[in-house]
């Protein structure tokens, strides 16, 4: 495409439009799962997310890492959490590829916290009510759960460094879905191009709802699921 | 058995921020040039605005040499190894790091080339801090302020300029030293956040202005202005604002017909001859083996890269490695005192979400010796910059100020909340080269090759570490001033693997304890050029890559120059 001015090429005209039916396709989608009116814990109680085709994890599995998600970041009155941004299909794709070196990581930390849950609460971890869940997950943060290789800390450490890659990072790879991680924060969402009122202190911007990919200048070349993973976002360059 | 290709005048390994550079007036001295690089060409829609591939995941759209290399790190040689990061700081592909790195583009001050006779003259021989192995440069502002002017140019570097022959500008920076004339391009534009905390400072009496960077703020020889898009981050620009030498010097190379680019062309050595002179490069693209003689050749991989290599390359005219008879090679090794750092909480959203890390506020009053040290138990001093950058993985993960937990409904509501309140400076710092500060072999760790990797055995000493308190504090006062409800200071970290690594192949007149000569050649190999921030002596406090290029382009100039007397 033109490197002159982007906003202006016949390519982004086209993805505009394109974004335009998707960002009414996601107010749809939205509005299934938060009916107004309605809370949205209820709505989550009365119509739980639509669950993908596992790709890495068990079944057993699943269902644990389901139940903490939904507890890092809990779908509440604020609206959705890391259940409705499908954080949980994020990571079980993302272990068959980019994260793939956590795998066995994945299967044995899983398997740790239901066994915690079992011996310390006398149930499955996504059995267990929302409090007994979080003193649970508590006790995994803090490094005091047995049963962890290399302790409990570093796993929760993960997990909560990939829920939030899986409810704030691109649709593109399974999490965020339907944008609700992006609004959740206000951010308003990719752009090609940013005007300068765009940047002024109280400009309203309007969420594009598009993932990059949407576009069309990047669609053609969509990333491998291969890939090395950070802990951090590194500051400075 | 290695393919003998046909003699080049120069070889360059590595085509990235300085090789990238030294093309251009070799090729167009007329010189035949070969860049050997081990990337690939990256286009446009590589680029793409994309999170977690670019903040994350180590670009696996690049070839992943860098990322098997990582230098191993120990704070100091009977310290334990730090845990190994799975991500190099650096990249691989035509145009380097400068496809995404944040393009400040920072001429270094008067002072930073004369650390040494300054701070004596100033404050008396004492105030130089113990074990430190700093020099002053072989040459000074002057000497070099014609090629930072040359490269400002090519690469299209945009900023207000503070000092035009002697004549200070206050809406440019009033410490800076002597242009000759101002930036090609006006400042990148300001947003509401930046002009807000400029407000801050000259209610503190402070002197704000405009970062310069390699960034079109308009349209520049062909490129588009800048989109502010909010990915430039460790992101590539799909619209070619920033001024990769992919997208500047290296094509302009190109069109000379006097530069042959290969790419996925991995350098195991530099080879020399029974005169100890050098003869060529060994390179593998694929599972071949390739030797390409030439006349001379510049080393611009990385400070690591190319320690490393330098290392790896011996024989028996030099045994510890190419030019290291004198056991220079990866000593006076630092990187940028950049890490602590100063978060903040503000009472209102900042609108923060686009823009660039080079679209923003400095303040270099607390820089340099540009305020008196006296009353200080330090030398040297820090630019100060906040910038309009956020991203939502990053923003999720912001400081929560000990108001709210890490996660469940409380983290939520502090997020939904806060996301577009908080801000976080970026701090440059004086930082020095000490004795037991160096990059050596890893004995144990070694690359897919069965290579050792880069050993880091480094620390920040005591300078650096009140230093950094010092600016903290002065960074504080700054958001406080712009209305901050909360701030907390960083730690200052160790000197693990960087973006912002310095010396191991040190310039300096003393082939005792310099590697290269004030033009950037070997002491001991006349036909053997290093380039990069490898060569730097002291950081400043700013970031390095402008200054490495403009080092990098008087470095080629002077081969093309003196031609027959260093390659004949």
């Known amino acids: ?237 | 058995m290695a393919t003998e290709l046909r003699r080049a005048d120069v070889v360059i390994v590595g085509l990235g921020a300085t090789g990238g550079v030294a093309a251009l007036p070799l090729a167009q001295a007329g010189l035949d040039v070969v860049g050997l690089e081990a990337g690939t060409w990256l286009a446009p829609a590589d680029l793409s605005p994309d999170e977690l591939r670019n903040n994350f995941r180590g670009w696996p759209q690049s070839v992943q040499k860098a990322n098997r290399e990582v230098p191993t790190h120990r704070p100091n040689a009977s310290a334990p190894y730090s845990p190994r990061p799975a991500i190099h700081p650096m990249m691989n592909a035509v145009g380097g790091t400068t496809l995404h790195y944040w393009a400040q583009s920072w001429r270094l001050n008067p002072w930073d080339f004369k650390v040494v006779s300054e701070t004596r003259r100033r404050y008396g021989a004492s105030k130089l801090p113990k074990g430190t192995t700093v020099e002053d440069w072989p040459l000074g502002l002057e000497e070099l302020e014609p090629y930072y002017d040359r490269v400002e140019v090519e690469i299209g570097v945009s900023g207000q300029a503070g000092n035009v022959k002697g004549a200070i500008d206050p809406r440019g920076n009033i410490f800076e030293g002597r242009r000759t004339r101002p930036y090609p391009m006006p400042p990148l534009r300001g947003t509401g956040y930046t002009e807000m905390m400029a407000g801050a400072a000259r209610s503190l009496g402070w002197h704000p202005f405009p970062g310069p960077a390699a960034i079109t703020s308009s349209r520049y020889e062909g490129r588009s202005g800048c989109v502010y898009h909010g990915f430039c981050n460790r992101g590539g620009c799909h619209v070619s604002a920033k001024g990769s030498t992919a997208v500047t010097t290296i094509p302009k190379a190109q069109r000379t017909k006097r530069l042959t680019v290969v790419t996925e062309a991995h350098v195991t050595s530099i080879d020399v001859d029974a005169q100890g002179r050098v003869r060529g490069v060994s390179y593998r693209k694929g599972a071949e083996e390739f030797f390409q003689p030439a006349s001379a050749v510049l080393l611009a991989s990385y400070t690591y890269e190319n320690v490393r290599l330098l290392l790896l390359s011996t024989s028996k005219a030099f045994p510890k490695g190419l030019a290291n008879n004198h056991g220079q090679v990866g000593r006076h090794y630092f990187s940028h005192n950049q890490i602590a750092t100063v978060n903040a909480l503000f009472p209102r959203n900042l609108n923060t979400w686009y823009g660039l890390p080079a679209q923003g506020i400095a303040v270099d009053d607390w820089a340099d010796d540009n305020f008196d040290h006296g009353a200080l138990d330090f030398i040297g001093g820090g630019n100060l910059w906040v910038y309009s950058d956020r991203r939502p993985i990053v923003a999720a993960n912001m400081s929560t100020f000990g108001r709210a937990p890490r996660w469940g409904a409380q983290w939520k509501a502090f997020i939904r909340e806060n996301a577009d309140r908080g801000n976080t400076a970026y701090l440059q710092r004086t930082t020095l080269p000490y004795e037991d500060n160096y990059l050596d072999l890893d004995p144990e760790v070694k690359d897919p090759l069965g290579f050792p990797v880069c050993r880091i055995t480094a620390d920040y000493k005591e300078n650096e570490r009140r230093l950094a308190d010092f600016i903290q504090d002065k960074m504080v006062q700054w958001y406080r001033a712009a209305g901050a409800l909360a701030t907390e200071k960083t730690p200052v970290g160790t000197m693990g693997p960087t973006t912002h690594a310095y010396g191991g192949t040190r310039m300096g007149d003393n082939p005792e304890t310099n590697v290269v000569d004030r033009w950037g050649f070997s002491h001991e190999v006349a036909n053997l050029g290093v380039l990069g921030a490898s060569v730097m002596g002291t950081s400043g406090a700013r970031n390095p890559t402008l200054t490495a290029q403009a080092l990098a382009w008087r470095t080629a100039e002077h081969l093309a120059a003196n031609w027959k007397s260093i390659a004949g």
């Open chain 1, 1 to 237: 495409m033109s490197a002159d001015d982007p906003a202006r090429s016949d390519g982004l005209s086209r993805r505009a439009l394109l974004g335009g039916v998707g960002a009414a396709g996601a107010l749809v989608a939205l509005t299934e799962v938060f009916p107004r009116g309605a809370g949205a814990a209820e709505a989550q109680t009365r119509r739980p997310a639509a669950r993908e085709p596992l790709e890495t994890l068990t079944q057993v599995e699943a269902d644990t890492l389901e139940a903490v998600v939904a507890r890092l970041i809990p779908t509440d009155a604020s609206g959705a959490g890391a259940t409705e941004a499908r954080a949980a299909h994020y990571i079980d794709r993302a272990l068959g590829g980019a994260l793939a070196g956590f795998g066995q990581a994945y299967r044995a930390g899983l398997a740790s916290i239901d066994a915690y849950a079992r011996g310390s609460k006398g149930a499955p971890f996504p059995q267990l009510g929302a409090a007994d869940q979080d003193a649970v997950l508590s006790d995994v943060e803090r490094n005091t759960a047995p049963g962890f290789e290399g302790g409990s800390a570093a796993f929760f450490a993960m997990l909560l460094n990939h829920t939030l890659q899986g409810t704030f990072g691109d649709p593109y790879y399974g999490g965020n879905r339907n944008f609700v991680g992006w609004d959740l924060i206000g951010y308003p969402g990719v752009r090609l191009a940013v005007t300068p009122e765009q940047q002024n202190l109280d400009a309203k911007v309007a969420p594009t709802h598009m993932s990059a990919y949407d576009y069309t200048m990047f669609s053609g070349r969509k990333p491998a699921r291969a890939g090395l993973d950070a802990k951090h976002d590194p500051h400075g360059d």
